[in-house]
């Protein structure tokens, strides 16, 4: 069974540009939550999407933002980009019969902003 | 907001060495997950616990949850270099939002 597919692994982009990270879940998984992680804040819940609805929200800004597909792959969108957007960016998914929040991640996007 | 702390923050040891890494919190939780990360990944799920006073063992590794299911602990007998990576707790009503611990960065030298 395929993994969490994340694109691209690697970008760069400067300040004020926008950027739009892809994730694919396991298969038969409808549940997926985004994560940024950085090394003085660790890792923050962004949003979790489940049958295309954004079902949880983190204390984030509107800048950031996501979406899901029919097909459970969901995006994420971080507008007007600032320096300490700069993380990287976990995708993960997990099944409704998963015990507790178990959580299945993908290898991230490694975001750097200039 | 529930939250969770983890000590040590860093811990280097020596190959053969054991160790024992806490997870804590006021807060109760319907269930706890340990994850370990490498540099470059993302986190790989090693173990769930959903009972007071469950331990699981994972090769040299054990994991407890408090009777409270306030608090988890992993232990990691005669470490090897190979353990070296980021252990993080998590925990959470359910799967959508999960709560981190920060982690503890383990070293472990040949």
């Known amino acids: 069974k395929a993994g969490v597919t994340q694109t691209p692994r690697y970008l760069i982009k400067t300040r004020g540009q926008q950027v739009t990270l892809s994730c694919s879940p396991i298969?038969?998984?409808?549940?997926v939550s985004w994560y940024q992680q950085t090394p003085g804040q660790g890792l923050q819940f962004l949003f979790e999407y489940f049958s295309e609805t954004q079902r949880n929200k983190g204390n984030f800004p509107g800048r950031f933002s996501g979406r899901q597909f029919s097909n459970s792959r969901s995006e994420m969108n971080v507008s007007t980009l600032e320096l300490g957007d700069s993380a990287l960016y976990l995708c993960?998914?997990?099944?409704?019969?998963?015990?507790?929040?178990?959580?299945?991640f993908g290898e991230g996007s490694r975001l750097t902003v200039l | 907001t529930q939250l969770l702390e983890q000590s040590p923050q860093f811990l280097s040891i020596q190959e053969g060495e054991n160790l024992t890494v806490y997870c804590n919190s006021s807060s109760v939780f319907s269930s706890l997950q340990w994850y370990r990360q490498e540099p470059g990944e993302g986190p790989v799920l090693l173990v769930t616990?959903?009972?007071?006073?469950e331990v699981k063992k994972l090769k040299r590794l054990t994991f407890q949850f408090g009777d409270a299911r306030k608090d988890s602990s992993l232990h990691i007998t005669a470490a090897q270099p190979g353990d070296t990576g980021l252990y993080l707790c998590a925990g959470g009503a359910n799967a959508g939002k999960s709560t981190f611990g920060d982690g503890t960065t383990l070293t472990v030298k040949p």
């Open positions: 616990v959903v009972t007071g006073g």
């Open positions: 993960a998914s997990s099944q409704e019969t998963s015990r507790g929040g178990e959580l299945f």
């Open positions: 298969s038969g998984h409808r549940s």
